[in-house]
């Protein structure tokens, strides 16, 4: 493992359901990331780690197709896209925000039948949602509002998962289970961009890792290598105060 901002284009023939090739995103005359390559293939979890500020949502939502490169280019499915969100939505793509993205005044069924989503395969993944059914998402803990949108997202077996900080204020136990479901959707062959403040964990779960700092690939890796240098990636690039890892 070494610090490289170096293509990071599969080498091994397959195809990344999701790849940034040397983009450049910002907001105004404000530039934000700056030269990004990244990538991630069917069935493998990777996670982008870096401080707050370090430019990873605004990666996510470039990935998405919420912000529009001022450089570089995005390819889905080896084909480059400039399409909005939506239209990536259709091509198998599935954004999981901060944000709880969830309606607070429709009940969680409705929530379900709004999206059209099959809400048998909702509750295969997450049975406990069974007896919340009834319930407004406002009134669910913040669990169980994350558990309701990752489960829309993983029923309908996406080829890309885009998540960025699950984890916000949940318990360690939930975030387990969260984390446990996204690994079983990438072995079922979903590509998964994890963007999650939890660095161990996110290693835990993932197959490789990118850490962002200012905008730029600072050091790229499997994640299994990673986790045995947690400490000194830590110190070196994520310890700022900002970036807190309570659960282990």
């Known amino acids: 493992m070494s610090e490289t901002t170096a293509h990071t284009n599969s080498s091994d023939g397959v195809t990344p359901?999701?790849?940034?090739?040397?983009?450049?995103?910002?907001y105004g005359s404000v530039s934000v990331i700056k030269g990004m390559h990244l990538s991630v293939k069917p069935g493998e979890v990777v996670a982008l780690l870096g401080v707050n500020g370090a430019g990873k949502s605004t990666t996510v939502k470039a990935l998405a197709g919420e912000l529009r490169l001022t450089a570089g280019e995005i390819r889905l499915k080896g084909e480059v896209t400039t399409d909005p969100l939506h239209k990536r939505a259709r091509r198998g793509l599935r954004l999981i925000t901060e944000e709880r993205s969830v309606f607070m005044g429709?009940?969680?069924?409705?929530n379900l039948r709004l999206?059209?989503?099959n809400k048998d395969a909702v509750l295969e993944i997450f049975p406990?949602?069974?007896?919340?059914?009834?319930?407004?998402?406002?009134?669910l803990s913040g669990g169980e509002q994350q558990m309701l949108t990752l489960g829309r997202a993983l029923a309908s077996k996406p080829d890309i998962l885009l998540i960025d900080e699950l984890s916000l204020g949940l318990a360690p136990l939930v975030l387990e289970r969260l984390l446990t479901k996204v690994r079983e959707a990438a072995d079922s062959?979903?590509?998964?961009?994890?963007?999650?403040?939890?660095?161990r964990y996110a290693l835990?779960?993932?197959?490789?890792a990118y850490v962002l700092s200012r905008g730029?690939?600072?050091l790229q890796g499997d994640a299994a290598d990673m986790l045995l240098r947690v400490d000194e990636i830590e110190r070196s690039y994520l310890e700022s105060g900002e970036l807190a890892d309570t659960t282990h």
């Open 128 to 139: 406990e949602l069974e007896r919340l059914l009834r319930r407004k998402a406002g009134l």
């Open 204 to 208: 835990e779960m993932s197959d490789r």
């Open 115 to 117: 999206g059209g989503h």
């Open 189 to 199: 062959g979903t590509g998964v961009l994890l963007v999650e403040q939890h660095i």
């Open 216 to 218: 730029q690939i600072v």
């Open 106 to 110: 429709l009940s969680a069924a409705d």
């Open 17 to 26: 359901v999701i790849e940034a090739i040397g983009i450049d995103v910002g």
